[in-house]
């Protein structure tokens, strides 16, 4: 039996984070996601800086973490996480930006979606 996956596109435009800052976006979901091994969120980011250097950022869905980043360039990065489907729930799910202190720059990111099995 095929699955079947639905989708939701949280951010379309770039949103920029300075460092320190997070941002929250919040995705309602009607539908109980399937179990196992069937989310994901995709993303794509960039550092903007006047000089070299590094920024660190998380990610996080619903209190998991994904992953801890590091850019260090202004050129286009597409990230790919995949994630256990029971971080995704029936109702609003959060999934959470943060920049880490001490990098320099600011995070761009853009084109966020979230996917799971249904």
Excluded: C
Excluded at 22 to 37: D, I, N
Excluded at 73 to 96: F, M, R
């Amino acid at each position: 039996m095929p699955a079947v996956a639905t989708y939701y596109q949280l951010v379309d435009k770039e949103v920029t984070l300075a460092v320190g800052a997070k941002r929250e976006f919040t995705q309602p979901v009607g539908v109980t996601p399937a179990g196992g091994e069937g989310a994901l969120v995709t993303w794509v980011a960039r550092r903007v800086a006047p000089a070299a250097g590094t920024l660190d950022y998380t990610v996080t869905l619903n209190a998991h973490l994904l992953g801890t980043y590091t850019l260090t360039s202004a050129a286009p990065v597409a990230i790919q996480e995949a994630t256990d489907t029971s971080h995704v729930i029936k109702g609003t799910n959060k999934l959470v930006f943060e920049v880490k202190p001490g990098g320099t720059g600011d995070l761009h990111f853009s084109a966020v979606m979230l996917w799971h099995r249904v």
